[in-house]
T-cell receptor, first 114, second 114 residues
Framework: KNQVEQSPQSLIILEGKNCTLQ??????????LRWYKQDTGRGPVSLTIMTFSENTKSNGRYTATLDADTKQSSLHITASQLSDSASYIC?????????????FGSGTRLSIRP | DGGITQSPKYLFRKEGQNVTLSCEQN?????MYWYRQDPGQGLRLIYY???????QKGDIAEGYSVSREKKESFPLTVTSAQKNPTAFYLC?????????????FGSGTRLTVV
């Protein structure tokens, strides 16, 4: 069964610190992977997309990595800010990205403390 | 500004009652989707539509119904047959490939059974 697992489930760090969120997937064949940020009570917003051939992609203080061999991705947040408090969701597509082939992880809830 | 609008933000349903969640987009996207979000779980696909007057069931369509009479609108009805409807409902739209183009999500409707 195709799955997307994220860890940790929740994380609390101090403002200004760095953190790394993990995403492991068993989706096959793999097409691409996105990270979304979801503020409480809002819809998710896309941060990055990575295809099979990409290893690293950055979006400001967010850097995503992908190891397609081990089926792992990470999202690194540098110099965290209070506004980074949110849930971060890893999304993986199987083959052609029909909606029925897109699998969402359950997310990591990140809290930034002042 | 282009975007996707969900209403109402909060909705309360009595036992045995049907309720309809509204979703409107002005992004000129052909594809629209309904997802359900429960605590500790990834988003689950209820229904999706890739073109007007056509829609497909997702993974958890039982107890729900949709219509797509206009490109801009994709309302979701939660029927009395849905035994556990309390959840956060997210509507989204996208270009032809939701992973390549990314989803644009609405702000969600929180439905509670009273």
């Amino acid at each position: 069964k195709n799955q997307v697992e994220q860890s940790p489930q929740s994380l609390i760090i101090l403002e200004g610190k760095n953190c790394t969120l993990q995403c492991n997937y068993t989706v096959s064949p793999f097409s691409n992977l996105r990270w979304y940020k979801q503020d409480t009570g809002r819809g998710p917003v896309s941060l990055t997309i990575m295809t099979f051939s990409e290893n690293t992609k950055s979006n400001g203080r967010y850097t995503a990595t992908l190891d397609a061999d081990t089926k792992q991705s990470s999202l690194h947040i540098t110099a965290s800010q209070l506004s980074d408090s949110a849930s971060y969701i890893c999304v993986v597509s199987e083959g052609y990205s029909s909606a029925s082939k897109i699998i969402f992880g359950s997310g990591t809830r990140l809290s930034i403390r002042p | 500004d282009g975007g996707i609008t969900q209403s109402p933000k909060y909705l309360f349903r009595k036992e045995g009652q049907n309720v309809t969640l509204s979703c409107e987009q002005n992004l000129n996207h052909d594809a629209m989707y309904w997802y359900r979000q429960d605590p500790g779980q990834g988003l689950r696909l209820i229904y999706y539509s890739q073109i007007v007057n056509d829609f497909q069931k997702g993974d958890i369509a039982e107890g729900y119904s949709v219509s797509r009479e206009k490109k801009e609108s994709f309302p979701l009805t939660v029927t009395s047959a849905q035994k556990n409807p309390t959840a956060f409902y997210l509507c989204a739209s996208s270009g032809p490939d939701p992973m390549v183009y990314g989803y644009t999500f609405g702000s969600g409707t929180r439905l509670t059974v009273v």
